[in-house]
Nanobody
Framework: QVQLVESGGGLVQAGGSLRLSCVVS????????MGWFRQAPGKERDFVAA????????HYADSVKGRFTISRDNAKNTVNLQMNSLKPEDTAVYYC??????????????????WGQGTQVTVSS
């Protein structure tokens, strides 16, 4: 059974940085695509970033381009999200997600089969 476990959330002041990690376990082969999403109170879960595991191609939401970086550590079966220049509007619960087949639109929550439990990120002004 596939499990995704996030870590690294917390409270940070505006302009600061946080690094989220997501450990993937449960299968002998890596996911095709890993994604990060976030959900603020009362809002829908929104796409943040994604990358294909083998080729390493990346995709970002416009709101985080130039500030967030998604990366992977093959040896640790981990996907990271480095978040710099954080803003109060980045406050949300952040989720990692995995899909083990090629998906048409990796920005949509519906294409992902597995989700982590979420980690809270709070940015104070």
């Amino acid at each position: 059974q596939v499990q995704l476990v996030e870590s690294g959330g917390g409270l940070v002041q505006a302009g600061g940085s946080l690094r989220l990690s997501c450990v993937v376990s449960g299968r002998t082969f890596s996911p095709y695509t890993m994604g990060w999403f976030r959900q603020a109170p009362g809002k829908e879960r929104d796409f943040v970033a994604a990358m294909t595991w083998s080729g390493g191609s990346t995709h970002y939401a416009d709101s985080v381009k130039g500030r967030f970086t998604i990366s992977r550590d093959n040896a640790k079966n981990t996907v990271n999200l480095q978040m710099n220049s954080l803003k109060p509007e980045d406050t949300a619960v952040y989720y990692c997600a995995a899909v083990y087949r090629r998906a048409l639109d990796i920005t949509k929550t519906t294409v992902y089969d597995y989700w982590g439990q979420g980690t809270q990120v709070t940015v104070s002004s």
